[in-house]
């Protein structure tokens, strides 16, 4: 049993022994089932990191975001997240909560809604936030995302799958959140728009104040813009370090796996320089 984690100030996020547990009762011709999509994680971030999670396909970290951002609740265990542990508060205890908490989904044609102009879907969060100075806020984390006024009246399906994601963006920083999650955000897109929007990603978490939960399967991902990480597999947190630390130095098996699964183009331009030197 370890022990309690204690969330400090300086903790955007504690997970403490969290367990998410799904049942499924027994149904004619079925036996009832369990999946433990979490068991027993505990990790802390730290504000104003850029902190990764990833593992395979199935490890649990849509989960551990649905929890984070108060969508689901643990079987076990506690979450705290800017020092307000949220595990057992009822929805309007959450409220302030979801408006310092923004999040970035892996297809932005189903999280942007297709009869809405670009403009009213940036907009949305700030007016159910009540904010003033709107028109103004939108234009200017469009312009952030590298967007101008032009498609403030298109719609989403005039986009690109890059583009649109860029308008997700824009539309998940517009209300200041503290708190930026991004699960798979890059997975669906092209190599060239994925660079871009990881680029996008980068500069933003190094030019505004939240910290980035970034999600994804892929560990080259991961290293472009985070600086620390936690590896999932089946529910549990089998390493957790600096980025550069766990590259570097994969302690656990699973990491290494991971590692050796990633077609990087790190490793392919280092061997291209030691094949050129002289
Ligand atoms: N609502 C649910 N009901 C039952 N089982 C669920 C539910 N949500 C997730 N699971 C199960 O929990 C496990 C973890 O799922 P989760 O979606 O968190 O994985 P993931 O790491 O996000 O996978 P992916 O990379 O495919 O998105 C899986 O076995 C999944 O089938
Ligand atoms: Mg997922």
Redesign the pocket.
Known sequence: MSSPVVPAPGDAVVLDDVSRV?R?RAAPFRAPSE?R?LDHVSLTVPRRSRFGIV??????????VRLVAALDRPTDGTVTVDGTDITALPESGLRPLRRRLQLVFQDPMGSLDPRMRIGDIVAEPLHAQGASGVDGRVREVLAEVGLDDGVLRRYPHQFSGGQRQRISIARAIAPRPSILLA??AVSALDVSSRGQVLELLDRLAATEDFTLIF?S?DLSVIRRVCDRVAV?RQ?QVVETGTTAQVYADPQHPYTRELLAAVPTLDRGLAAARRRHQP
Do not use: I, Q
């Open positions: 799904f499924r999946t999509a593992g395979e396909s199935g490890s649990g970290k849509t989960t551990l699960d798979e999600v399967h999932l529910g």
